[in-house]
């Protein structure tokens, strides 16, 4: 989760920043950056929405609750419905998935030293006189130890916003303090070591189905998924004690459960989810960054991963997207990224445009590279006190796209206690409020795009960021699309230093093209109508034709070795070009998981893995998954290839570049080496 001291990523491209974008409600503003003088255009982009390259249908945008519902779901109604329409309304960030913390909470005798909001009350009731030392009086079969009043505040939240909420999430940041080994919700005394004791794991499992059964009930809402960690394999989470023996810190709920035992909670979970009254299925695990996320998922044995119904991945580390990305279509799972935030600033400010384009762009490499069902923020309201100079850090921090006091009474009024937004807000807003659930996102060529198809199919949004301090002509080419009506238009909304979500004139396109310019330090939303369908010859990969596959690492092609069966690396041969030529067949799967078989040309053998190994086989006709192959890209013209069978991918060995080298399988690691341009050679 949020708020372990991370090192600011700074966009060096952006200069300072712009005039003042504005705060709502604010009693206060920080003082503005002017922004600089304008300069001439820089380089034009021309990007190319693609939709023969498609994903599922789009989910939506989620926000964990946590923290600020606990801080504010008793503050005054008018405070609270200022926040509820930023977050969930039509005209705020309008979100439609919400993740609802099933709290672990310190023994009785604990005085609060998490931060504020951070102490989110379990759903256990201690008899009178328990303190930290009793560990063993909770049974998740006696009523009599639960509350089931327990966290108001929360779940205020989850009365209000049930109407606006499409898929619900439980979660859990730590065990009750009576199942860990340290006897605090904060982590291990040595946060590298696992939290949850060995001889908990059932009463875990138990206690995270027994608070979703009771909350799906007392609200009348149908929770769809369960993850029981959160970033588990870090070091993020440690108790440390002071010279009394009480507790200092860390500062929030966590827990440090290694994959061995993640294995073992998520086997004791899936049947006692089975016999519960809840339909929810369990989800996992919320690692801090994909690299770890793929650790951890390597390690699950097959009858665990069976037992995940959805992978959920945080992209705080942006390393190895791409990995997680096929390890989701090998295993045939929805894939979310369920948490993310960051400051992408340097000291709070609300019109500083640097945080707004940092997150624009997190989000569209995010939507390229994971190819995600969902896309949640940690929480996108913030502690003010905190995050001002002197909270966090010395000079203050933009998380959250939202910031009020988490102190305020029920005195307070929308004066006292005021609610800002930061840049933040306006640039996400160009995403929540026109990539909307239902949509299917499609790959397109430029890293500072994204773009989506309407669920009618019958138009399309690009948004793009443009990070620079000086404006960029943007050409959208849509070309690939099936079907472009002479009346097409393109109407840009503009989220900039001058304004946010500011929609202009709609552009004529013409010869399926339109020209726009777009600011300096802006995100836009281009609102695409009189588009649909596929043009025939817009994919990179077509049925029945036929393709060079050319290393991106070493530049030479897959080819059949001198045996007949292993994979190799040569440099193209036109001359003779036996063995390097691969025709492509599509047998089954739809969307961007699409299977294919691939043939080579002249000895009518195909690609498969047998054995632990890359074969060229004679295609008999049979037809398995391990001579199936799903294929991914990013966009850039090259793609891998995901075996159905066992998840690796084609990997020339060593990551070598020599004439020759052997070409092997290995998981998904988003290794250049793993990755193939496609040329077609069907009319050569």
């Known amino acids: 989760m949020a708020h372990r001291t991370r090192k600011r990523r700074l966009l060096g491209a952006i200069g300072v920043t712009a005039v003042a974008t ?7 503003t920080l003082p503005a950056a002017h922004a600089e003088p304008a300069r001439a255009a820089a380089a034009g982009v021309t990007v190319r929405p693609d939709p023969s390259y498609s994903g599922e249908r789009f989910e939506g945008w989620g926000t964990s ?40 909470g310190n023994a009785p005798d604990v005085k609060d030293y998490l931060r504020a909001g951070g102490a989110v009350e379990g759903w256990w009731k201690a008899p009178a006189g328990t303190t930290r030392e009793d560990v063993d009086w909770w049974d998740a079969d006696d009523p009599g130890d639960w509350n089931k009043h327990a966290d108001k505040t929360q779940r205020w939240w989850v009365d209000r916003i049930k109407k606006d909420i499409t898929h619900w999430e439980t979660f859990s940041n730590s065990p009750p303090w009576f ?15 696992d ?24 609200h009348g809402i149908k929770v769809d998924t369960l993850d029981p960690f959160n970033e588990p394999n870090t070091d993020y989470w440690g108790t440390k004690l002071g010279p009394d023996g009480e507790p200092v810190g860390g500062r929030q709920e966590g827990a440090h459960i290694g994959p061995e035992l993640q294995q073992k909670v998520i086997r004791a979970l899936g049947p006692v989810l089975e016999k519960s009254r809840s339909h929810a299925e369990i989800s996992a695990m919320d690692e ?3 690299g770890t996320f793929a650790t951890n998922w390597n390690s699950y044995p097959q009858d665990v991963r069976d037992l995940v119904a959805q992978m959920n991945v945080h992209t705080y580390g942006t390393g190895q997207r791409t990995t997680v990305r096929d390890l989701a279509k090998a295993a045939d799972k929805p894939l979310w990224m369920s ?5 992408w600033g340097d000291g709070q400010s609300f019109t500083d445009m640097r945080p707004g384009l940092g997150l624009a762009q997190r989000i569209v490499d995010d939507l390229r590279e994971l190819e995600p069902k969902a896309w949640v923020f940690w929480q996108p309201v913030e502690d003010y006190d905190n995050m001002k100079p002197g909270g966090e850090s010395a000079k203050g921090g933009n998380w959250g796209e939202i910031q009020l006091p988490f102190s305020c009474t029920s005195k307070d009024t929308l004066k006292t206690c005021p609610v800002y937004t930061n840049t933040k807000f306006d640039t996400a807003r160009n995403f929540t409020h026109f990539i909307r659930p239902g949509d299917r ?3 397109t060529n430029d890293t500072s795009s994204t773009a989506a198809v309407s669920r009618k199919g019958d138009a399309a949004t690009v948004v793009h960021v443009n990070s620079a301090t000086e404006a960029r002509e943007v050409t959208l080419d849509l070309s690939k699309f099936g079907r472009v009506s002479s009346r097409a238009t393109v109407t840009p909304v503009v989220t900039s230093p001058d304004g946010k979500l500011e929609k202009q004139r709609p552009v004529r396109v013409t010869g399926k093209q339109a020209t726009l310019t777009v600011p300096a330090q802006s995100v836009t939303s281009f609102l695409v109508k009189g588009v649909a369908g596929v043009a025939k010859d817009a994919a990179e990969l077509r049925e029945g034709h036929t393709y060079r596959l050319t290393g991106a690492q070493s530049g030479k092609d897959l080819t059949i070795a001198g045996n007949g069966t292993g994979l190799v690396i040569r440099s193209a041969n036109a001359a003779d070009p036996a063995g390097q030529q691969w025709r492509v067949e599509q047998v089954r799967g739809k969307d961007n998981r699409k299977r294919y078989v691939l043939t ?6 195909r690609l498969a893995i047998r054995d632990g190994a890359l074969v060229a086989e004679p295609d008999e006709g049979r037809r398995d998954a391990a001579a199936e192959w799903i294929t991914s890209t990013t966009g850039d013209g090259t793609w891998t290839l995901v075996n159905a069978a066992t998840g690796q991918l084609p990997d020339v060995s060593g990551q070598s570049t020599n004439e020759g080298a052997s070409v092997g399988v290995w998981q998904p690691n988003s290794g250049a080496n793993q990755r193939w341009k496609v040329t077609d050679v069907t009319n050569s």
């Not at 504005?22 to 206060?28: K, N, P, V, Y």
């Not at 006897?183 to 291990?188: A, K, L, Q, R």
């Not at 080579?600 to 053998?605: F, I, L, R, S, V």
């Open 600 to 605: 080579e040309t002249a000895t009518d053998k």
């Open 195 to 218: 939290q949850l004791k060995p001889g908990s794991v059932e009463d875990f499992a138990k206690y995270l189905v027994g608070a979703t059964e009771r909350l799906e009930k007392a």
């Open 65 to 104: 609750l946590v923290w600020f519902a606990n801080a504010t779901g008793d503050y005054p109604p008018a405070i609270r419905e200022k926040l509820y329409k930023l977050l969930f309304g039509d005209d705020g960030l309008a979100l439609n998935i919400a993740r609802y913390n099933i709290g672990g």
């Open 179 to 193: 199942m860990t080994e340290s006897g605090y919700v904060s982590g291990n005394f040595d946060a590298g070591k």
């Open 22 to 28: 504005g705060t709502i409600l604010a009693t206060t």
């Open 288 to 290: 801090t960054n994909p």
């Open 441 to 443: 996102l499609i790959k």
């Open 339 to 343: 948490e993310v935030e960051g400051d």
